[in-house]
């Protein structure tokens, strides 16, 4: 049915587009649609389907004669995409500023703490992605705090370059480390 199709086909796109993001999947590597759907159990269609729209976001790039690869990080877009995330976030500042419950400013201090204590620890395993998902928890407070926690969900959906950057950092060794 075509329902179930969509289902797979979000399945896919989600999927994919995870892996890209943090940088499991690469700029460059090549995604063939066969192995990929018989990884996630779903039939080609949706597969190829998920890739046509990886493409229109600029994520995949589907070349006839070469095959599918991952995009490069396309820096412009990263730009763009820079830009809307830090004014939406300077908005959600301002709505905000000024009206923390000190309740609220301790959750706060408890999610920069958990950070610190974490960056603090390289040994700590999943440390990379466990720093960028106390970020995104940070960043994602103050939108809950306005009750405005779906802009930050879709801002994060819709921003993958700028993403797809952050994952780089976090996952790339720092000169402190090396």
Request: net charge negative.
């Given at each position: 049915?075509?329902?179930?199709?969509?289902?797979?086909?979000?399945?896919?796109?989600?999927?994919?587009?995870?892996?890209?993001?943090?940088?499991?999947?690469?700029?460059?590597?090549?995604?063939?649609?066969?192995?990929?759907?018989?990884?996630l159990g779903?039939?080609?269609?949706?597969?190829?389907?998920?890739?046509?729209?990886?493409?229109?976001?600029?994520?995949?790039?589907?070349?006839?004669?070469s095959g599918?690869?991952?995009?490069?990080?396309?820096?412009?877009?990263?730009?763009?995409?820079?830009?809307?995330?830090?004014?939406?976030?300077?908005?959600?500042?301002?709505?905000?500023?000024?009206?923390?419950?000190?309740?609220?400013?301790?959750?706060?201090?408890?999610?920069?703490?958990?950070?610190?204590?974490?960056?603090?620890?390289?040994?700590?395993?999943?440390?990379?992605?466990?720093?960028?998902?106390?970020?995104?928890?940070?960043?994602?407070?103050?939108?809950?705090?306005?009750?405005?926690?779906?802009?930050?969900?879709?801002?994060?959906?819709?921003?993958?370059?700028?993403?797809?950057?952050?994952?780089?950092?976090?996952?790339?060794?720092?000169?402190?480390?090396?």
């Open positions: 049915s075509s329902a179930a199709s969509d289902v797979y086909k979000r399945q896919a796109y989600h999927t994919v587009r995870s892996r890209i993001i943090t940088m499991e999947l690469k700029p460059g590597d090549p995604l063939n649609d066969r192995e990929l759907a018989e990884e779903i039939s080609r269609t949706p597969m190829r389907e998920a890739l046509i729209l990886l493409n229109n976001a600029h994520m995949v790039a589907i070349k006839p004669q599918t690869h991952v995009a490069p990080i396309d820096l412009h877009l990263m730009e763009l995409e820079q830009f809307s995330r830090y004014t939406l976030e300077k908005e959600i500042l301002t709505r905000m500023c000024g009206r923390l419950t000190p309740e609220q400013e301790a959750g706060y201090r408890q999610l920069i703490e958990a950070y610190r204590v974490l960056e603090a620890s390289p040994e700590e395993p999943d440390r990379e992605m466990r720093l960028l998902e106390l970020d995104n928890a940070f960043h994602r407070r103050a939108f809950e705090l306005c009750g405005m926690e779906h802009h930050f969900d879709h801002m994060l959906a819709s921003l993958q370059h700028v993403e797809r950057i952050r994952c780089l950092l976090y996952t790339s060794p720092s000169p402190r480390d090396a």
